[in-house]
């Protein structure tokens, strides 16, 4: 499951432990074409360090057999192969992710969308390795044809039906918090309640860190090229995941074209918000709503955050390379 998303958490791992003054625990290695690290306060508990590395590690594989793009027998990739109308049985993993993206792809007008796949392939995003480029407009309209998470997926109980034999899943913007929540879910089987998982920028983080502090977790700012810190919010006990849109991109005739596609029109979005933030009861809902916003941009994503009561941080790129921040009353609430 290669990451091909905007990672916008900065040096989390480093801003969680700086000034230990307890035991630490530091995991790390690569997993879905990233990184992953853990950090883990046992305070009095003994902890087999071999084991919970096994156990992570355990967890990540898992992950990636059951919905890895990447991977030709992954479950995911078994499922895209198939034909239409045909019934399929899902893990109980699988079953849950796609319902969750369901949810977020109802309550944000479609713009959180799994079968996008095929149009994040047109324009060079993708698994297959074509390079980055400007479709045809026949060619956005035949891959539009393909999509659409409420016509293209039937999800009964667990198993799945799909209406186009072309349709497929694509699982980036949502199985990498999944998997930042298998790991935390292997890490509190050890009876660790204080610690952070993150992979690839998106995390979960509980209890507290070695200094008996909340988790405070950089957002990075939005400029190509840079790596300066934007803010830093209070993240304990929360999912939080970045989408931006300029990290991933590519110019063509003076326009630049990101990887950030909207289900609706087939092509990258064109609105300022270049940055979402978003922080919630989990990695996996985190992940998903965090695309879902960038998509949808500040002013219609504000509407669906307050309503929904999300945890938000938009930033907007405005004339003169300068940018303006706007944030839900939830998020403002968490960190008062």
Request: aromatic share 6%; charged share 20%; hydrophobic share 45%.
């Amino acid at each position: 499951m290669i990451n091909r998303r905007s990672f916008l958490i900065l040096s989390a791992a480093a801003l969680a432990a700086c000034k230990t003054g307890a035991e630490v625990l530091k995991l790390s290695g690569s997993t879905m074409g990233t990184t992953y690290n853990v950090v883990a306060i046992p305070g009095s508990a003994r902890i087999d360090e071999k084991a919970l590395d096994a156990a992570i590690k355990t967890a990540l594989a898992e992950v990636n057999v059951q919905m890895s793009n990447w991977d030709a027998d992954s479950e995911v990739s078994r499922i895209n192969a198939a034909s239409a109308n045909e019934p399929m049985a899902l893990s109980p993993a699988l079953a849950g992710v796609l319902r969750a993206a369901d949810d977020v792809h109802r309550a944000s007008a479609g713009r959180f969308d799994v079968t996008v796949g095929p149009l994040i392939e047109l324009w060079g995003f993708g698994s297959t390795g074509s390079a980055p480029h400007v479709p045809a407009d026949t060619d956005v309209a035949e891959a539009l044809a393909r999509t659409g998470q409420e016509r293209m997926l039937t999800l009964t109980g667990d198993t799945l039906t799909k209406s186009v034999s072309g349709a497929e899943i694509y699982l980036p913007a949502i199985g990498k918090g999944h998997g930042v929540d298998r790991v935390a879910e292997a890490v509190r089987g050890f009876g660790l309640t204080d610690f952070m998982v993150e992979i690839g920028g998106d995390l979960y983080a509980s209890g507290r860190n070695a200094s008996g502090l909340p988790w405070q977790i950089g957002i990075e700012s939005p400029v190509a090229g840079d790596r300066a810190l934007h803010a830093v919010a209070d993240a304990t006990d929360l999912g939080m995941a970045t989408s931006g849109d300029y990290r991933n991109f590519f110019e063509d005739g003076g326009n630049r074209y990101s990887h950030i596609i909207d289900p609706a029109t087939g092509r990258p979005i064109l609105h300022k918000t270049v940055s979402a933030t978003v922080l919630t009861e989990s990695a996996m809902m985190a992940d998903a709503w965090s695309t879902a916003m960038l998509v949808l941009g500040r002013e219609r994503g504000m509407e669906i955050a307050e309503e929904r009561g999300l945890a938000v941080v938009f930033i907007d790129r405005e004339p003169g390379e300068g940018f303006t921040t706007a944030t839900s009353s939830h998020y403002a609430s968490l960190q008062a």
